[in-house]
């Protein structure tokens, strides 16, 4: 396995240079993360927990087993089990054997590698500070070479940079997406504020009569209540036209 690593160690290297100077999304640095980790360490589990700024709790985010419904919900504080001790310590944990007895492991029961033998634990580091923790698992005993160690700690303390610029790529798209539907939905409340004015108008209803009325016809049209009103609208305006003329 050492020969294996060190015969690939270039091409890892080479593969971390491009990722980081990518511009992937935060999933595909994950995914990439998983990958060069069962390339480096033949594993037969990894795992790849995130920092969540909101509440500083650990959330598992990638995963190369499948976990659907565990993704984004599995968390723990810093401090807690051997990945909170890790992202708390900024240290690598590697335990040969045995993994669960270690005092600091915590056993999540929807984790099957928690029942696994050898576990590597190393933190995604970023500007000197742990984003998260990648955890590799072997089924059997394992003593994990120093080149091991070396390399997937190299892997943490790259690829933590790369996926905090992602994140913040992340979160800047989706406030850019939320201003864009929050402006959509103004300019839907304006229009239908006016279409309702000229039914009330029109017909002598009362603002809520005005409003379901446009929401019924809606409903029973099948379409947006916007399009409508805007329709409501463009008549009340050719209309007017038609009389002026």
Not at 96 to 112: M, N, T, Y
């Amino acid at each position: 396995m050492v020969e294996v690593m060190d015969a690939s160690q270039v091409d890892v290297l080479h593969r971390i240079s491009s990722i980081v100077s990518s511009e992937l999304s935060l999933d595909e640095m994950l995914g990439e993360v998983l990958g060069l980790t069962v390339q480096v360490t033949a594993c037969d589990a990894c795992l790849v927990y995130l920092i969540e700024h909101g509440t500083g709790e650990i959330v598992l985010r990638a995963s190369q087993l499948p976990h659907a419904k565990e993704l984004d919900v599995l968390r723990m504080n810093v401090g807690e089990g051997v990945t909170g001790w890790v992202a708390e310590h900024k240290s690598v944990v590697a335990l040969g054997s045995r993994a669960g007895a270690d005092e600091r492991f915590k056993v999540f029961p929807a984790l099957i590698e928690d029942t696994y033998e050898a576990f590597l634990s190393v933190p995604l580091m970023s500007a000197g500070e742990a984003i998260g923790v990648i955890n590799v698992h072997h089924r059997k005993p394992r003593q994990h070479p120093a080149e091991e160690i070396s390399l997937l700690t190299f892997i943490g303390e790259q690829m933590g940079g790369a996926i905090s610029r992602a994140r913040l790529e992340d979160a800047n798209n989706r406030l850019q997406e939320e201003t864009a539907e929050l402006k959509r939905e103004l300019e839907t409340r304006k229009v239908v504020e006016r279409a309702k004015g000229i039914l009330q108008r029109s017909h002598g209803l009362t603002e809520e009569e005005a409003y379901l009325r446009l929401r019924n016809e809606s409903r029973r049209m099948r379409r947006p209540m916007k399009d409508l009103a805007e329709a409501i609208i463009l008549a009340e305006e050719l209309n007017r036209q038609r009389s002026e003329t």
